[in-house]
């Protein structure tokens, strides 16, 4: 049913030329979005997320996907998903392209590519960014070719699973968006974690290595190995894990994010997305316990009342 309503609107828009895509919920096949034109963005129909390119340094973009705001943003825009981090693209002459060949395409001026879906249909291809903040592209059939949630970052949206062999790296710092060493995935033991994956050592910080899995209400058996949370405010994974965020319901905006000092973070504000973002949850209670934070390039002088500067990261 979801697909015959998908395949009626497709049809319904593939009439109408599709030399602009500005400001659409959607980019037709052998289209594109420009770097160079600020409009060129991808909004979703209710105006709750917006994907284009995100400026993460002099001259350098990735394309990307953030919570819309009635005001600009610009780079202070809370960013949830992005395509190429580790290789962001020139101001002049980048751009993303859905081909006719139904690959979605990130070009750099060159063009070099930067980065791709690696998908072909021999339908008709169409990229949709949904409300719940999922970019998904879908061939004439309404079958899911690619979507941004299958490839999540550093942030988890509501209903959005994390299953096994995938993982959330959280950015080097917060004006750094590159690949980080921090990490949340699933062990194979099934169990939840995150890790320290750095240069010179590794090591599991959540949860607690001193206490063995049962100790810490883990289970190992369930090798299902899906976590998520939902729009009211319930986090479960497949090891047993689960938490409750401090507020209710579904008219708070929420992201799970795993932050650039290694903390996991449930963030919610209130709809309509004015405000600021609260932490609803904190993975760490005792930050210093968090590896890498207290060794050298620390963060880590804290004192106790410190803590409290936690809820600006963000
Ligand atoms: C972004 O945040 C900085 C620091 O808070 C502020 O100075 C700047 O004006 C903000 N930019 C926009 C576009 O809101
Ligand atoms: C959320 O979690 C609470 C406490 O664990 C539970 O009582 C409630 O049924 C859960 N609600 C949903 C919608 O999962
Ligand atoms: C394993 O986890 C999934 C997802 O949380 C759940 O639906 C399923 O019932 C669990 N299976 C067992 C055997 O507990």
């Excluded at 659409?24 to 770097?35: A, Q």
């Excluded at 890790?195 to 190992?220: K, N, Q």
Aim: with cysteine; aromatic share 12%; hydrophobic share 35%.
């Amino acid at each position: 049913m979801a697909a015959l309503l998908f395949l009626l609107l497709l049809l319904s828009t593939l009439s109408s030329p599709c030399s602009s895509s500005a400001s659409s919920d959607s980019l037709s096949m052998d289209s594109s979005l420009s770097v160079e034109n600020t409009d060129d963005l991808l909004t979703s129909p209710g105006g709750v997320f917006s994907a284009g390119f995100f400026p993460v340094g002099d001259n350098a973009y990735v394309f990307s996907i953030w919570f819309s705001s009635e005001a600009l943003c610009g780079s202070n825009c809370t960013v949830v998903w992005m395509a190429n981090r580790d290789q962001p693209v020139n101001g002049k002459g980048s751009k993303l392209s859905l081909l006719k060949s139904g690959n979605l395409v990130l070009t750099d001026a060159g063009p070099i590519t930067a980065w791709s879906t690696n998908t072909v249909t021999r339908s008709s291809a169409k990229l949709y960014l949904h409300d719940n903040g999922n970019l998904a592209l879908y061939d004439m059939e309404g079958e899911v070719l690619w979507q941004s949630f299958d490839f999540p970052t550093d942030t988890l949206l509501p209903e959005q699973p994390l299953f096994k062999d995938m993982q959330l790296v959280s950015s080097t710092s917060k004006t750094y968006y590159s690949s980080g060493f921090y990490k949340l995935y699933f062990d194979t033991d099934n169990v939840l974690r995150l890790l320290y994956d750095g240069p010179e050592a590794s090591s599991i910080y959540w949860p607690d290595p001193e206490f063995m899995s049962w100790e810490a209400g883990r289970s190992t058996f369930n090798s299902t190995r899906v976590a998520f949370f939902n729009s009211l405010r319930n986090f479960s994974s497949s090891d047993g894990f689960t938490f409750t965020a401090a507020d209710y319901g579904d008219r708070w905006q929420r992201r799970l994010k795993l932050d650039v000092d290694g903390n996991l973070r449930l963030y919610s504000r209130g709809d309509g997305g004015g405000g600021t973002w609260v932490v609803s949850w904190q993975a760490m209670t005792q930050t210093c316990r968090i590896h890498g934070v207290c060794g050298p390039s620390s963060l880590c002088n804290y004192d106790p009342g410190s803590e409290v500067r936690l809820s600006s990261f963000n």
